[in-house]
Structure formats: structure tokens, C-alpha cells
């Protein structure tokens, strides 16, 4: 079985920082392992993934994320937000067909 | 591409009354997966398809929900009858055959939010 904790329900930041959220794992196999992002009233869309390869994997809008197997970490991080950035993140880990989802976390872009 | 297809959007009701909510997948998927997500329990995992076989339903809450897909391109999912703690939006997502490059990727609907008076 798999597990996934994001340890951050919310994280307010001030626009043009720094932001990191935190994802870490369990699982007893290989996982693939995922960010989605979930802007209000919205769906889930797909930020980014890891399958394997490069440790580090990037989005389109400056988000990125680094497989940690010894740590079991899969953090996301952006080094300037935006205040379209705010939304809520989840973190996500799928061996074979499921995904088990983190319980989320708030992003907050403030002025 | 139309992506993933919920309807309705939002439905409001009265407890007791038979709910409905309806998802097209997109076209080629073979795995479809219906969520909730409410404020309490986060986003949870109800029942998995694939081939439009039920694969996993453990995570239907009880005798109440009931979720069909009688062919690729639809599915439905029944609360009979409702009742206020149903509340909440549901997702439907629906995932490609291996061998693709986005095996293992969900892809979500827009959701239906439902309110039970």
C-alpha cells in the first residue's frame, strides 16, 4: 500500500518569493509520482510528473520538483510565485493504475 | 479534445431524493475513476473502472452509492437516497492503456458540485 503526507495545509507566501511544499511518500514498490494543482472551482490538472530518468522534473509555468528515493521526498518548489499561483496543490503517488493522493496544500500568493 | 465530460455541474436537492451524476471519459481511456472531495475527508477515492469493469469500490461509502459503466463512453454514479453529509463535489477522472506517454496520468473533470438540503 501507499501513503502520501504533505506536511503543509497552507503555506502564505508574499508575491515574488520563494515557495516549497513538501511531499513525502510510502510505498513498498517503484511509484511514479505526480503534482497536480487545483485552482478554485476547478479540477485537478496535471502540474508535473516523475516516471524515472532525471531526478528533477519541470512545468511549463516554473514549478519543480526533485525525486528524493533516500528520503522519499518529491518536493515542489517555484523560486518566484505569482498571485496567479494561488491554488491548492496535491501531491500524488501511483503504482499500477491508482493514484493515492496527499491531503493538499493551500497555496496563498498575497500582494 | 473535449477532455473529460461531467454533468451537471451543480445539483441541489432535497435528502431523500435520488441523485444522479453522469461523466464521459475521454474518447481512447480505458480506466475511469470517480472522487469526492469535501473539506473534511480531502479528495477520496470511490470506486475504479477499467474496461469497464469495477475494479475497486472499497471506497464507497455504503449500500446508498452505486456506480454503473455500461459501455467505454459514460459512467454514472447514484446516491439513493441522499442525504446532507453526501454533499460534495465529485470528481470523475479517466486514465489511457498502457503504452502511451501519459500511462498513469488521470485526467479530471470539471466536477459536480452536490448540495442535499
Known amino acids: 500500500a501507499q501513503s502520501v503526507t504533505q506536511l503543509d495545509s497552507q503555506v502564505p507566501v508574499f508575491e515574488e518569493a520563494p515557495v516549497e511544499l513538501r511531499c513525502n511518500y510510502s510505498s513498498s514498490v517503484s511509484v511514479y509520482l505526480f503534482w497536480y494543482v487545483q485552482y478554485p472551482n476547478q479540477g485537478l490538472q496535471l502540474l508535473l510528473k516523475?516516471?524515472?530518468?532525471?531526478?528533477l522534473v519541470e512545468s511549463i509555468n516554473g514549478f519543480e520538483a526533485e525525486f528524493n528515493k533516500s528520503q522519499t521526498s518529491f518536493h515542489l518548489r517555484k523560486p518566484s510565485v505569482h498571485i496567479s499561483d494561488t491554488a491548492e496543490y496535491f501531491c500524488a503517488v501511483n503504482a499500477g493504475n491508482m493514484l493515492t493522493f496527499g491531503g493538499g496544500t493551500r497555496l496563498m500568493v498575497k500582494p | 479534445d473535449a477532455g473529460v465530460i461531467q454533468s451537471p455541474r451543480h445539483e441541489v436537492t432535497e435528502m431523500g431524493q435520488e441523485v444522479t451524476l453522469r461523466c464521459k471519459p475521454i474518447?481512447?481511456?480505458?480506466?475511469l475513476f470517480w472522487y469526492r472531495q469535501t473539506m473534511m475527508r480531502g479528495l477520496e477515492l470511490l470506486i475504479y473502472?477499467?474496461?469497464?469493469?469495477?475494479?475497486?469500490d472499497s471506497g464507497m461509502p455504503e449500500d446508498r452509492f452505486s456506480a454503473k459503466m455500461p459501455n467505454a463512453s459514460f459512467s454514472t454514479l447514484k446516491i439513493q437516497p441522499s442525504e446532507p453529509r453526501d454533499s460534495a463535489v465529485y470528481f470523475c477522472?479517466?486514465?489511457?492503456?498502457?503504452?502511451?506517454?501519459?500511462?498513469?496520468?488521470?485526467?479530471f473533470g470539471p466536477g459536480t458540485r452536490l448540495t442535499v438540503l
Open positions: 477522472a479517466s486514465s489511457p492503456p498502457p503504452g502511451t506517454s501519459v500511462y498513469n496520468e488521470q485526467f
Open positions: 516523475y516516471l524515472s530518468g532525471s531526478t
Open positions: 473502472f477499467n474496461n469497464n469493469v469495477p475494479i475497486d
Open positions: 474518447s481512447g481511456h480505458n480506466s
